[in-house]
């Protein structure tokens, strides 16, 4: 996908004069630096410090150790899979190849190399997702626990291997901050987690070619940071990865001030990417979790270097892991809200490791536990690792913190509201995205997702792709591709390319009772017709175990689709309005009733593709059928539209 004219005129408009000089500024000096890289200031005397402290490794539980050796022996064996794609060639990669298309990516200056033209370069964040080595990170973890030489031997070939070729400022890897920022946080966990064997000074501190690259990762981040309405989760890893390496690669006459620029950077960018509440801005909240997981590594490396960080950085951590503990289901699964791309910030663990619950148990060792906080069972490598170094926080009474679990989230506009502990239904009537251009937000105001004991039954269908595929990109951003009403065809707000939104949706929700009774309750509007307003009200009544929701429309008579995505375990029998949905769980029967409005014609859709409807995405660059039911009428002010969604007992 090649951006056209209009879309850059669109992206200029959504930036402000600060901005616009900024990007100005970064222009000059891209065509600048298209002469040879200038040297590397020489560097005397480096040596590695940022251990882990004695005994850190011996608090990695058992199960978490075999997970991550299996992970391990996979890798070695060449084994690995990203997005959906299926690769054998991990042994020794070709750095620049994408497997799902077979194109190679084109060398010469970075800046000049299309990255968003997939016939040019092919699936950018398949050839993106191997350079941030977190693959390496899991084979130095291996040989940390085991002591088997094998997993650093490989480490050091990919290594090697990377770093000749790929020289600065060479090439697909040289183009996008939060990879080089990601990938200097991994350098710095693959270090520390070789410190045992011989060959790790050799490979880094003694290494010309490794001083070489850490310092024009750092150079470059200095020089082009993510600015104004791209200030997102992209700043965040660039601060992260900039601010762990000069903690813990100090080595060059920059570091200092290197350390200090990322360091206000990110506790400036922190702030300003999440809510009071805790919930991260982007409302989209895979990256709640990988903002989460930088923070707390920048943090990690802060303490090992005994560099003092500003109290704001650690509140802000704190927050968002007590609003990531209050919105999880009673299976530690999070909203899927907004964009996911599976983004990790920091991979020390091998498959089958909860990400949510690894986020929940690291949040405890460093900031304790709540009493409503759910449970997290089993254990994994990252919270010991991290907590080993991370000063505690947040447990000597000081900081004031949820006394009960919250359910309404007022300046995210996401309410949770639970029936009993299995009947879980995220609302949404919140903001429309982050900043100017809400690049990874969805058209999805009043949007519900509900689960019954972990299950997806009317389920977010997620996002499934960014690059190359114009076509699911709109659909899975789309109103329709949501649990919420559409009118006239047409996005509640209006896109203006695949990470740019021109006009918003403006949401706000008008009673949110979540808590005390039989009855929770949540009623929202939004304006993202203009002329016609759409309300929705929400009941869950525990009791009953009923789901009743509300549609109203308030405007000029209109063109209504309303939506219901079933989640992929979920089969339907429809007979005129009324939906049998019947699942298992656990090896265990499971069924509810879903009653449909009667003024509208009712439809089920799965595995559509001209056009798509009847997804559902379960992450990155993988899709799989599921049953959408789609009602179709008109709507004015005189009719509303009533959904009962009953459980069995």
Known sequence: MTMSAGWYLRRLSRMGPREVGGRVGDAVRRRRWRAAPPPRPAVAGARFTAVLPAGALAAVPPDAVKRLVAGA???????????????????????????????RAPSGYAFDVPYRDEDAVGDIKQ??????????????????LTGDERYAERVAGHLRSWWAGNPPLRGVHWISGIELGIRLLSWVWVRRLLDGW???????EENPVAL????????????????????????????????AAACAFGWFPSSPRWRSAALRSLERNLRANTFPSGLNRELATEYHGLVLELGLAAVAEADAAAVPVPRTVRLVLLRMTDALAAVVDNRLRPPRQGDADDGHGLVLDGAGTDRWGSLLATGEAVFGRLPWWPAVSGGDVR????????????????????????????????TVLRGGEDIWCRCDGGPHGFLSIAAHAH????????????????????????HGQPEWRRYFRSTLGHNTLELDGTDQSV???????????????????????????????????????????????AGSRELRITDEVRGPRRAVRLAFHLGPAVTAELTGNRAVLTWTRD?????????????????????ESAPPLGWYSPGFGRKEPATTLVGTGAADDAQGFVTVLGFGG
Do not use: K
């Not at 050839?127 to 940390?144: D, F, G, K, N």
């Not at 004991?453 to 997620?462: E, Q, R, T």
């Open 198 to 204: 011989p060959g790790a000074p050799a490979l880094f």
């Open 443 to 466: 058209a999805d105001a009043l949007s519900v997702e509900v689960r019954h004991d972990g299950v997806d039954v009317l389920a977010d269908p997620g996002t499934f792709c960014y």
């Open 495 to 541: 896109s203006g390319g695949p990470f740019l939104w021109t006009r918003h949706a403006r949401s706000r929700v008008l009673a949110a009772e979540s808590s005390g009774g039989t009855t929770a309750r949540w009623c929202a509007e939004h304006d993202g017709y203009q002329d016609t307003v759409h309300r929705r009200r929400v009941e869950l009544t």
């Open 383 to 414: 919270t010991p690792l991290l907590a080993a170094l991370v000063r505690p926080y947040g447990q000597d009474g000081t900081v004031r913190r949820p006394a009960a679990r919250p359910a309404h989230f007022p300046d995210a506009g996401l």
């Open 73 to 103: 022996d996979r890798l070695m064996d060449g084994h690995a899979e990203y997005f959906g794609v299926e690769r054998d060639d991990l042994a020794d990669p070709d750095w620049w190849r994408d497997p799902r298309t077979g194109r």
């Open 127 to 144: 050839i993106w997702e191997p350079s941030r080595h977190q693959h390496l990170t899991v084979l130095a973890a291996a040989y940390a």
């Open 587 to 607: 090896g265990e029967d499971r069924s509810a009733v879903l009653d449909l409005p009667g003024q509208l014609s009712w439809r089920a859709h799965r595995g």
């Open 212 to 243: 070489d690259q850490i310092w024009h990762h750092q150079r470059w981040l200095a020089a082009f940071p993510s600015r104004g309405s791209s200030a997102n989760n992209h700043v965040i890893a660039e601060d992260a990865g900039q601010f």
